[in-house]
């Protein structure tokens, strides 16, 4: 469980945090949205104690991370977001050093070993040079380091930024295989890589978070409204007519479509069945319905929403 | 092992991990015996203190050298992170380090060893003086070592922490030399004589150079070494701040 309340910190005149406050418990998944310079890197550094905060809490399972920090990192596995490897050692001879600093020794070194390159696909490369690796293999070396102690926490800074797509999908099967037993925090600013990862995510900007809690809720409390597709065979200015007088929808809009479709993206508010009434707005005047559907918005749109300076809907704040 | 163990396996591998470590012991070694041997030969007398009487000023140049990379490198790679988050005390961490450089100094030290042994052999050197000398040596290079990971800790990049840690040890040695501090004394009455016996490094090496042991004259070398690991230590946790 990690416990981050009212955290500050500082750098000179430039404030990184500003009153950062987020929750997770034991076997979540948060992901950690938010532009560069947001201060994800900040609250990660703090939270594995690299860095104190200036003012507020934050404890890893019960622990205070200024009163007790190595009690708190024997806990965590971290992986930063420059790659911590020691370039003139072999894979294996790193991952032992980082295995024997984490207080592994012997049988059960040897067994953390092979599971981590097993877990990583680090087999083909385990007797190479950290410097002749490619950077999809350096960043799963950096991920091994991070697991090598069998951690309870996971703190990864932007583990799949620089990677392939292949290589991303990698990562990302080995984080949901990781999910059930662990704790795991994951900074990107790659938001397709969230979903199908986790659903909690915490956005953050300009050192402020801006929204907690699951996707859909956020999409919800960001853009306000649903978002619905309509098509007719029919001539457009008849079609957008009746659309608005139909009731019910806030905004209707023409949208490109297919040659000889009126197409339409219409608003309408969230629990509020329009489906029907345009199914039947067609029938009614003898048009063929083409297309119709929800479309809700993406955590892209929800991010940029959030995050646009001065666009922030004060409502999505929960915290 | 020990935490501080762990890393000063990992430390001293790594100056042998590279073509550095064999060219810095050469270097060290032919500079050596080379200004070594050739008054040698001149004066014909079976003693070391000329050798040992090049090291303060040579040592200024060859320790911090090899304590330029200790933490500049990592801060510069990203793997101090990852030493700063492991579950061990960054004093720890840093006496790994500071004895990994140490013993590689020590290792340029036994490239030496024949100096004496042909000493020994040739003429019936003063061994009291030959171990005072090698004793004055590891001193010295320990308290240059920890003057030299302080001022790395203090620098991201390697040569601004090697000329950084030149200097701080070159002011440590000058002070030490007479006329130096005489030349302070004509600006600020007692204040150079005051240096020289706080911090001047000169007239404790050379006393232990004669074989004479004191224990003054370990303090000031055990004590200003600790001081600047101390010094290394603090700066350590109060950069989280």
Known sequence: MI????????????????????????????????PNGAGKSTAMKIVTTFLAPDGGTVSVDGIDVLRNPLEVRSRIGYLPENHPLYVDMMVHEYLQFVGRARGLAGDELRRRLEWVVEACGLGSVFRKPINELSKGFRQRTGLAQALIHDPEVLILDEPTSGLDPLQIIGIRELIQGLARSKTIIFSTHILQEVSPVTDRVVIINGGRIVADGRIGELERAAMGRNRIF?????????????????????????????DGAARFEVRADFGQDVLAPLGRLGQSHGWDLLELQESPFSLEDTFIALTRQGAVPREVSHV | MSNAGVIFRREFAAYFNSPIAYIF?????????????????????????????????????????????????????????LLMTLPMKSSEVMLGKYFAAMAFYVVALLGTLPIPIMLAMLGKPDLGAVFGGYLGALLLGGLYMAVGIFTSGLLRDQ???????MLACFALFLVGVPAVSATIDGWVGGFGSFLQNAFGLMPHYQALQRGVLELGDLAYFLGLTAVFLVLNAVWLEGRKY
Not at chain 1, 7 to 30: H, N, P, Y
Not at chain 2, 159 to 165: D, E, H, P, R
Request: charged letters at 20%; hydrophobic letters at 55%; a neutral charge.
């Open chain 1, 3 to 34: 416990e981050v309340r009212d955290v500050t910190k500082r750098f000179g005149t430039t404030v990184a945090l500003d009153g950062v406050s987020f929750r997770l418990d034991k076997g979540e998944i948060l992901g950690f949205l938010g």
């Open chain 1, 230 to 258: 309509v098509a007719y065979r029919a001539p457009a200015a008849a079609a957008e007519a009746a659309l608005r007088d139909l009731g019910g929808l806030h905004e209707v809009r023409p949208v490109a479509g297919r």
């Open chain 2, 25 to 81: 012991i050469i270097v060290f070694l032919v500079l050596n015996c080379g200004l070594f041997m050739t008054p040698f030969f001149l004066a014909q007398l079976a003693d070391m203190r000329d050798f040992f009487g090049n090291l303060p000023l040579f040592l200024i140049f060859f320790i911090p050298a090899v304590t330029m990379r200790l933490w500049a490198e990592d801060k510069r790679s990203g793997t101090f992170e």
């Open chain 2, 159 to 165: 040569i601004s922490a090697f000329i950084l840690g």
